[in-house]
């Protein structure tokens, strides 16, 4: 009986029952326990006295909130820093999306199955076809990066003229009001062609003034910048980073005084005279309209009583005197405009600050809110589209590359590389594709954001240095044929910029994520911040009370799920994917207990603890790329050739996952705490293991021949018919490598039947001769072949001026 009272408390806290019904049940389960056991009546009024003294009271919240959550409520005041109006507003910034049901411990799918399919409109699949396509064709990698520094002054007007620069503004200033998925397919495409063109045109787009115009500018800003912006007059940037404030920006000092000044001729103007000096800036040296973020004081209160406003933006044109612009970096052997900008006591008058006066000290949250926006878009699309450049030329080259008599992709070291591209590849489009859904419905998930952004650049270094390794020579010899080697030194600036990497993971996913994603947190940490006590501590009760309940349902749920591997969970999918959903609904229970009992253990430290957090981003990013892959399948249409992709996707996550929830387990500082959660989470030890052999060599093969699945893997990048540049070289040999494969088979047995010497291609005449292969085969196997060599060469340079000579 006792075992069924338990069983029945273990159920209720696995389906998350109220308190009351919990209490009730536990009532009924004493009660019938003591009406069939031997129990004296001293006893019983014993238990039940105990029972009265802890559940009524809890159950009765004036009560429970006077004997318990108010005096939990003022020793948490009392250990807690305050929080500034900034931090407020920041932690405030950008919506919560998908990742609140993966903090949820028990996520909702129907979330997932309602988001609809990323799909572009006729005029924008127009676009890409069109003005895209041709913006593609005009450039030229080598001739921008290595000889001009700059896109040719066509390709500018042409990127203007065609609205390039104005993917994102409205309809009715000019601009193309493309969706967030076309904007994405957009710098995938001209990513593949050119990642210094990309950059160009990623700024305006997703960084620079135009999106803070757009979400905060008055209705003067908007309707005399955006057009302007729209038609490319204006060239923008956003200028944040300083010498001493990279990572944390926040510590610029950079400043804005308010005062009175002379401003276009006119004298008393009120206005802000601003002291700066940024660096890295990307379009500066080029720019008309400088956005800039500053630090204002307003000494004389000539706008209000407090003197230290805050963080606040403004726009500067170009020509305002005191601004220093004109000189260089030189990103990465890349060519796109980037440099450092100074002002000295330039003055601006108050109607340049973004927004307005209204605006004034939200500098910070107005850039969280915007930077959540574009890191979603412009480096996942970059990323993504090295990916599928990597899966579709590296899969092609590594089979028209033969050593050994033997293409090299047929060797297992080399297939190893070749699988982790193909499958890296589809976490990334799937990743990027399902953020584009959040932003085209209006959400900012700022912590989606951040794991998206994360995980594309990291994943796109794993992918480019696997390509690298696998075109050997040929990648590192540098010069118009060279299709990798700009890609490669792209992907510092990839992981640097927009939160680099590192501090991404540590600091931001999880920093930002439990508080933003996790159901209670930030309501109680609202509730000990707020000034009117009883309705803090009323918020404070109603929000433990229900964490108190969240912790122990995700315990039971995390062990039960742990000990049936979640067989028995209901959740969506197919028979191919029934079982990755139930794994996610398993590990999202473990990571939501993990997480609480971290905070409960390091508390504020846990800032500090970044290995700690970091693993928590690790596991909480896994968990949305697993999502992201099932929905991407699911997308596609199912395909069962699809299904290695997918197979591979979620295992590789599932273990990543796992490593990381063990890592945090083995390292908590009270080793005691992280045995008890090993053995409720991993209750029969490792469950899951890297994707094996087997499934890899399936993924490779994927990408080593033509097919659906490849289509449907590299959708979307500029593809060049030129059977003599750098790519279209490449798959015009792979083609006639595919159409020759079955006479080099005939080759290879004739040889092995001793009527050939060899099977290379001093053998071919050999072979006509003796009627092995006709006339017209040996044809085909000599065009091949010329095409592989014309594939595999590499640029060469005069001694004397560095120019390029045709090997
Ligand atoms: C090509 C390029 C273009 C750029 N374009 C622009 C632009 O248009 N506008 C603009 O404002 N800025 C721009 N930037 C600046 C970019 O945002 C910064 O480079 C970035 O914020 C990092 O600053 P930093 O380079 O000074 O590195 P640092 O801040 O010195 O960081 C160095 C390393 O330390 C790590 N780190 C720092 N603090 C922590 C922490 N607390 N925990 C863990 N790790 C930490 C970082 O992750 C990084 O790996 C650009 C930079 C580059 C390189």
């Given at each position: 009986?006792?075992?069924?009272?338990?069983?029945?408390?273990?159920?209720?806290?696995?389906?998350?029952?109220?308190?009351?019904?919990?209490?009730?049940?536990?009532?009924?389960?004493?009660?019938?326990?003591?009406?069939?056991?031997?129990?004296?009546?001293?006893?019983?009024?014993?238990?039940?006295?105990?029972?009265?003294?802890?559940?009524?009271?809890?159950?009765?919240?004036?009560?429970?909130?006077?004997?318990?959550?108010?005096?939990?409520?003022?020793?948490?005041?009392?250990?807690?820093?305050?929080?500034?109006?900034?931090?407020?507003?920041?932690?405030?910034?950008?919506?919560?999306?998908?990742?609140?049901?993966?903090?949820?411990?028990?996520?909702?799918?129907?979330?997932?199955?309602?988001?609809?399919?990323?799909?572009?409109?006729?005029?924008?699949?127009?676009?890409?076809?069109?003005?895209?396509?041709?913006?593609?064709?005009?450039?030229?990698?080598?001739?921008?990066?290595?000889?001009?520094?700059?896109?040719?002054?066509?390709?500018?007007?042409?990127?203007?003229?065609?609205?390039?620069?104005?993917?994102?503004?409205?309809?009715?200033?000019?601009?193309?009001?493309?969706?967030?998925?076309?904007?994405?397919?957009?710098?995938?495409?001209?990513?593949?062609?050119?990642?210094?063109?990309?950059?160009?045109?990623?700024?305006?787009?997703?960084?620079?003034?135009?999106?803070?115009?757009?979400?905060?500018?008055?209705?003067?800003?908007?309707?005399?910048?955006?057009?302007?912006?729209?038609?490319?007059?204006?060239?923008?940037?956003?200028?944040?980073?300083?010498?001493?404030?990279?990572?944390?920006?926040?510590?610029?000092?950079?400043?804005?005084?308010?005062?009175?000044?002379?401003?276009?001729?006119?004298?008393?103007?009120?206005?802000?005279?601003?002291?700066?000096?940024?660096?890295?800036?990307?379009?500066?040296?080029?720019?008309?309209?400088?956005?800039?973020?500053?630090?204002?004081?307003?000494?004389?209160?000539?706008?209000?009583?407090?003197?230290?406003?805050?963080?606040?933006?403004?726009?500067?044109?170009?020509?305002?005197?005191?601004?220093?612009?004109?000189?260089?970096?030189?990103?990465?052997?890349?060519?796109?405009?980037?440099?450092?900008?100074?002002?000295?006591?330039?003055?601006?008058?108050?109607?340049?600050?973004?927004?307005?006066?209204?605006?004034?000290?939200?500098?910070?949250?107005?850039?969280?809110?915007?930077?959540?926006?574009?890191?979603?878009?412009?480096?996942?699309?970059?990323g993504t589209s090295a990916g599928k450049m990597a899966s579709k030329y590296t899969g092609a080259y590594a089979r028209i590359?033969?050593?050994?008599?033997?293409?090299?992709?047929?060797?297992?070291?080399?297939?190893?590389?070749?699988?982790?591209?193909?499958?890296?590849?589809?976490?990334?489009?799937?990743?990027?594709?399902?953020?584009?859904?959040?932003?085209?419905?209006?959400?900012?998930?700022?912590?989606?954001?951040?794991?998206?952004?994360?995980?594309?650049?990291?994943?796109?270094?794993?992918?480019?240095?696997?390509?690298?390794?696998?075109?050997?020579?040929?990648?590192?010899?540098?010069?118009?044929l060279n299709h990798l080697g700009r890609a490669y030194q792209l992907t510092p600036v990839g992981i640097t910029v927009e939160g680099a990497d590192i501090l991404t993971r540590t600091m931001i996913i999880f920093g930002q994520g439990a508080m933003r994603s996790h159901p209670y947190l930030l309501k109680e940490v609202k509730a000990v911040h707020n000034p009117d006590l009883k309705q803090g501590v009323n918020d404070f009760d109603n929000a433990l009370f229900a964490h108190v309940g969240f912790v122990i349902s995700n315990a039971v749920r995390a062990f039960w799920l742990g000990l049936t591997f979640a067989k028995f969970t209901l959740t969506p999918g197919d028979k191919h994917t029934h079982h990755y959903y139930q794994q996610l609904t398993r590990m999202s229970a473990s990571f939501s207990l993990l997480a609480d009992i971290c905070l409960a253990v390091l508390g504020g430290s846990l800032k500090r603890r970044e290995k700690i957090s970091g693993r928590l981003a690790d596991a909480l990013s896994n968990m949305y790329i697993m999502s992201a892959v099932l929905k991407h399948y699911e997308n596609q249409g199912s395909h069962k050739e699809d299904l290695p992709l997918l197979k591979w996707a979620c295992e590789d996550a599932l273990f990543n996952i796992q490593t990381a929830l063990k890592g945090i387990m083995k390292n908590l500082p009270v080793p005691f705490i992280g045995a008890l959660c090993n053995f409720i989470i991993f209750p029969l030890t490792k469950p899951y293991q890297k994707p094996s052999d087997k499934l890899g060599h399936q993924v490779a093969k994927l990408i080593l021949s033509p097919g659906e699945t490849l289509n449907r893997l590299t959708d979307g990048v500029y593809q060049s018919t030129d059977k003599n540049n750098a790519t279209g070289r490449i798959s015009y040999a792979y083609n006639l490598v595919l159409e020759t494969e079955s006479l080099q088979h005939k080759l290879r047995d004739a040889y092995k039947q001793g009527q050939i010497k060899s099977r290379d291609r001093d053998t071919y005449e050999m072979a006509m001769e003796k009627n092995i292969i006709t006339e017209d085969e040996y044809n085909a196997l000599v065009e091949a072949d010329k095409a592989v060599q014309n594939a595999i060469k590499v640029d060469e340079f005069s001694f004397s001026d560095w120019k390029v000579e045709t090997p």
């Open positions: 009986m006792m075992w069924i009272a338990i069983l029945i408390i273990l159920i209720s806290a696995y389906l998350r029952l109220p308190l009351l019904i919990w209490s009730l049940i536990l009532a009924a389960s004493l009660l019938a326990y003591a009406s069939v056991a031997d129990i004296k009546t001293a006893e019983l009024l014993f238990v039940m006295l105990v029972y009265a003294a802890i559940i009524i009271p809890l159950n009765l919240k004036p009560i429970r909130r006077i004997l318990l959550s108010k005096a939990i409520l003022s020793a948490m005041k009392k250990v807690m820093p305050t929080i500034s109006q900034t931090e407020q507003e920041a932690l405030e910034a950008g919506d919560v999306w998908w990742e609140a049901e993966l903090f949820s411990g028990k996520p909702d799918y129907t979330f997932l199955q309602n988001l609809p399919k990323p799909s572009l409109t006729e005029e924008e699949q127009a676009f890409l076809d069109g003005p895209v396509e041709e913006f593609c064709e005009m450039l030229d990698d080598w001739q921008i990066t290595h000889i001009d520094y700059d896109l040719t002054e066509a390709s500018w007007q042409f990127a203007k003229d065609k609205g390039l620069f104005a993917l994102i503004i409205p309809k009715q200033y000019g601009g193309l009001d493309y969706s967030t998925y076309c904007h994405s397919q957009v710098i995938l495409k001209i990513g593949s062609r050119s990642g210094s063109a990309a950059v160009t045109v990623m700024v305006p787009n997703s960084l620079g003034p135009g999106k803070l115009l757009m979400t905060y500018g008055t209705e003067e800003q908007k309707d005399y910048y955006l057009p302007r912006l729209a038609k490319g007059i204006e060239i923008p940037y956003f200028a944040l980073t300083g010498t001493d404030a990279g990572s944390d920006a926040g510590a610029m000092p950079d400043s804005g005084i308010v005062c009175y000044g002379s401003y276009e001729g006119k004298d008393n103007v009120l206005g802000v005279r601003l002291n700066f000096s940024k660096r890295y800036i990307t379009l500066a040296p080029i720019a008309t309209l400088l956005g800039i973020a500053f630090k204002l004081y307003d000494p004389e209160h000539l706008l209000s009583d407090n003197e230290d406003r805050g963080i606040t933006l403004a726009l500067i044109k170009r020509e305002t005197e005191g601004v220093e612009i004109g000189r260089r970096h030189f990103p990465a052997n890349h060519a796109f405009m980037n440099g450092p900008i100074r002002g000295t006591d330039v003055f601006i008058p108050l109607d340049a600050i973004i927004g307005g006066v209204d605006y004034v000290g939200k500098g910070w949250a107005m850039l969280m809110e915007c930077l959540g926006d574009g890191r979603a878009i412009s480096l996942p699309a970059l590359r033969r050593q050994f008599h033997t293409p090299i992709g047929y060797f297992e070291g080399v297939e190893e590389a070749l699988t982790e591209i193909a499958g890296q590849t589809y976490i990334m489009d799937a990743s990027r594709s399902m953020v584009t859904l959040a932003l085209d419905s209006g959400t900012v998930p700022s912590v989606i954001s951040a794991i998206v952004k994360l995980q594309v650049m990291e994943r796109m270094r794993r992918v480019i240095n696997h390509a690298m390794d696998i075109h050997g020579g040929h990648a590192i010899s540098m010069g118009p």
